[in-house]
């Protein structure tokens, strides 16, 4: 949705690239576009907006759901930037002459738990080179959101469309999803955003709803947002409220044992999301004392 990209650009990216754009320009790349790399990643877009010095920047936004990091992005940011450059430079879209192409911006959008620790620079991840090789040596960057740094470290706009969707993505409750869900609803009553409303309807559906309740009875089966909204607040909120709970309880022990012993394994997420209440509670004390993993837990039960 360009609704979603203009509001990176208006709350959450550094300002000096707000100041220099005009984002009544921004556009999508039609799915042809982009060459065989986007196959396998199809929720990565290709955005173009033009600067008002009237050159174009190339947006290439990239997302990231797995909670593992992937080390060399940069290389695959890197190999991603030149093929667009290739689908440029063949579609005949350079600048005027002299025939220079114009800027990519690579944004990385993470979701996972633990926090972005992956070098953003090529350079960083390669030895050093000796003086007679190093300027031949490539040296690319992106620009990494982490949604989860960004709640922790607090400060996202109230009325920022993607800002609420970093916060609804890292709620821990819900009371705090049906308040982030009524901003949205008003945030979208206007007709230009009803795609983007049923868009946001069906990732709670069925994205958030699905992983912070994936055992409850009575899910809403439509996509209506002001249903669902509804529904939270009137439909058997005690028991969604307990099991959300339990599954916020899961979700904070896991973010306090990736700070202080680094990511955690699948099995051991899995286990701690199939935990009782009680068994939560005893882990998240021993977590504070804790020397490594095997104290949290009962010995010899990971």
């Known amino acids: 949705s360009p609704h979603m990209v203009r509001a990176l650009f208006q709350g959450i990216l550094p300002p000096a690239l707000l100041a220099m754009l005009d984002l009544d320009t921004l556009e999508p790349l039609p799915t ?3 060459s065989g790399w986007q196959r396998d990643r199809r929720g990565d877009l290709v955005w173009r907006v033009r600067r008002r010095d009237g050159i174009m920047l190339y947006l290439l936004i990239l997302l990231e759901h797995q909670s593992d990091q992937d080390r060399i992005m940069g290389i695959r940011i890197m190999g991603y930037s030149a093929l667009l450059y290739e ?14 192409l114009p800027p990519v911006l690579p944004i990385v959008l993470y979701s996972g738990e633990s926090r972005w620790t992956a070098p953003t620079r090529v350079a960083d991840l390669m030895d050093e080179a000796p003086p007679v090789l190093q300027p031949y040596q490539p040296d690319m ?22 800002g609420l969707l970093f916060r609804l993505e890292h709620s821990q409750g819900i009371e705090q999803t049906q308040e982030l869900l009524q901003t949205i609803l008003r945030l979208t009553r206007r007709p230009q955003y009803r795609e983007l409303r049923r868009a946001f309807g069906g990732w709670v559906r069925h994205v958030l709803f699905a992983r912070a309740l994936p055992q409850a009875a ?11 909204s509804t529904m939270l607040t009137t439909h058997s909120k005690k028991d969604w409220g307990y099991q959300w709970r339990q599954e916020g309880a899961a979700d904070m022990l896991e973010r306090q044992m990736t700070r202080k012993f680094g990511s955690l394994p699948d099995t051991m997420r899995q286990r701690l ?20 993993l095997e104290d949290v837990f009962d010995r010899g039960s990971i």
């Open 273 to 292: 999301r199939e935990a009782s209440g009680e068994q939560l509670e005893a882990w998240s004390l021993n977590v504070l004392d804790a020397a490594g």
């Open 87 to 100: 689908d440029i430079t063949m579609r005949d879209l350079v600048q005027p002459p002299p025939q220079r």
């Open 218 to 228: 009575n899910l809403p089966d439509s996509d209506d947002l002001q249903e669902i």
């Open 141 to 162: 960057r992106y620009l990494v959101l982490d949604e989860g740094a960004l709640v922790e470290q607090g400060g996202l706009p109230g009325d920022n469309l993607a």
């Open 32 to 34: 042809n576009y982009v």
